[in-house]
């Protein structure tokens, strides 16, 4: 496991009956790419850039999952990625190991009227950029997991060896992919702040920091 700094909508409004029908057909919490499509996911400005700082940061293999944390400016706050383990497509499960990895590495916004941060996921799987049910649950896993951590529910993006596609928008490139190695790093992120001092020692820091 690798870490990196820097209930859905749905769930939350559903009647017993529909969370006790869900608990039985996996297959209801899969999501497809017209219904996610649909969702109003919000655009990633730059895909690339935030699939190569990610494929950089953590240098995926095919069954690799990456959930990273953007701030509203996409600059990477927290990501962690790990790899899934061989069970059933179910979103519940997806949203589960989403959610842990989560609140691993950065605190919830549970408190905020509105979400201010963006989760996206990155998967790295076999086969082409076609549709899976497997991508399904992560869709469905995400969108659950972003409302139980008070964020943002953000892009989806398959990275295989034919290249890395955005689901659901239909913007992709040929690389990174699952079998290309590192490129220079790329993702933005938000300089360390200043030390919080006063007097003598500021100066120094300002004249330092001028040169």
């Known amino acids: 496991m690798t870490f990196g700094f820097a209930p859905s909508s749905a769930a939350s409004t559903s009647s017993p009956a529909d969370l006790s029908a869900a608990s039985a057909n996996p297959l209801a919490r899969m999501l497809e790419p017209a219904e996610w499509a649909a969702a109003g996911i919000p655009l990633l400005r730059n895909p690339r850039e935030v699939v190569s700082g990610l494929h950089t940061r953590h240098h995926p293999k095919p069954a690799t999952a990456i959930v990273a944390v953007l701030d509203a400016d996409e600059?990477?706050?927290a990501s962690a990625?790990?790899?899934r383990r061989p069970t059933p497509a179910d979103g519940w499960l997806?949203?589960?190991v989403l959610l842990a990895q989560l609140r691993r590495v950065i605190?919830?916004?549970l408190r905020r009227r509105t979400p201010v941060r963006t989760a996206v996921l990155l998967y790295c799987r076999e086969g082409d950029a076609r549709w899976t049910e497997e991508d399904g649950a992560w869709m469905w896993g995400l969108r659950d997991a972003c409302t139980l951590h008070g964020l943002r529910c953000?892009?989806?993006i398959t990275l295989t060896r034919d290249g890395w596609q955005v689901l659901g928008?239909?913007?992709g490139g040929r690389?990174?992919?699952a079998d290309s190695s590192p490129e220079p790093f790329a993702m933005t992120e938000a300089p360390p702040p200043l030390p919080r001092t006063g007097g003598a020692a500021s100066e120094?820091?300002?004249?330092?920091?001028?040169?």
């Not at 120094?204 to 040169?211: D, I, K, N, T, Y």
């Open 75 to 77: 600059r990477l706050r």
């Open 81 to 83: 990625s790990f790899t």
């Open 94 to 96: 997806s949203r589960n």
């Open 107 to 109: 605190p919830h916004d």
């Open 154 to 156: 953000g892009a989806y």
């Open 169 to 171: 928008e239909g913007r």
């Open 175 to 177: 690389r990174p992919n």
């Open 204 to 211: 120094v820091l300002r004249r330092a920091a001028a040169r």
